[in-house]
């Protein structure tokens, strides 16, 4: 039996991702084992280099939970993070990590439910595909 | 500004394959500009050099600096401490902070991580387009503040060559026609009488690279 349990590092814009991160917490939802949660006041903040940066620093695998298209407190945000994703995903295939250990996932405040369950299922997805080659533990 | 793009990634791997220690040295100025070499994209070139030398087994310890302008002596002046701890540099600015940095430590192999492409300006977020060629005899005054030298194909001085097509260039269909562009802002400006006088072909061996590297002395300045 492999004892691996991938790292996933969460970052959870304060407007929908937090909410939806304590609404999981009160309802009691099941969280993977290795979770490092990173708040942001909006998805927006989130530059390429702290993507790569959680990679590099011990992550298998990032997730950024971010407000709906076009519902972004702050207009413009989640756009932003969407270009952002898409250089880090060019950066991550020339170091030859999988696009799978970084994602978006856009949620709601009242989200609890599928913030859990996206955590689980990616928790899953990486353990299948193994620990992160390029970081640097 | 100058304007320069990062080289290929595995191009810069093929560099650095023979080191363990580096110094990857961005610039504070141009390439921060243009996203090619300033501290972020030096950050995140780093941290992609890393993952990449990890997951083969070979790590590779890169140092970071980003000196305010790599092609001034006091500034690359700055590197000399660090220098003495790493094999070899990777210097993202452009080819003109490579060779200063060349100069002033001769004794350490250096590498560019960009190419170092033109001069010139911002013309939408992430696009910027050529302006200025350094030909040494600028005419700007005779063609409206448009440069037919940098922005013609075929580097015409009198007016359009017979492939200028609906205000676009018959070499590359989504450039705009420099001589186009001329006409109009001379016409705009109520100046098209300045189109009349010819511009006497330039002399590429006395004022351009074409008579080699160019020098310019200011007596007053020197110390
Ligand atoms: S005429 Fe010469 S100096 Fe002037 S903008 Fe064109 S290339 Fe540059
Ligand atoms: S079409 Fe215009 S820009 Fe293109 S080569 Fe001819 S004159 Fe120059």
Known sequence: ?137 | MIKAEQKPFEEILEYLAPYNKILLSGCGACVTVCHAGGEKEGALLASALRMARQKIGKPLEILESTPARQCEPEFAQELSDTIGRVQAILSVSCGVGVQTLARHFPATQIFPGVNTTFLGETVAHGVWEERCQACGDCILEKTAGICPIARCAKQLLNGPCGGSSNGKCEIKRETDCAWQLIYDRSKSLGQLHRLTEIIPAKQWGVQSRDSGPRRIVREDLKV
């Open chain 1, 1 to 137: 039996m492999s004892t691996f349990e991938p790292k996933i590092v969460a970052f959870c814009c304060e407007q929908s991702g937090l909410p939806a991160l304590e609404m999981a917490k009160t309802l009691k939802l099941k969280m993977p084992d290795n979770l490092e949660l990173v708040p942001v006041p909006c998805s927006g903040r989130i530059e390429t280099l702290y993507l790569l940066k959680a990679l590099e620093s011990g992550a298998d695998g990032v997730v950024v939970f971010a407000c709906y298209e076009e519902n972004c407190q702050y207009l413009q945000g989640n756009v932003r993070l969407k270009s952002r994703v898409g250089y880090a995903k060019q950066i991550m295939t020339k170091i030859g990590l999988e696009g799978e250990r970084l994602e978006i996932f856009h949620v709601a405040t009242n989200s609890g439910v599928k913030f859990s369950e996206f955590l689980m299922q990616k928790a899953d997805q990486l353990r299948l595909l193994g620990p992160n080659l390029g970081k640097i533990a």
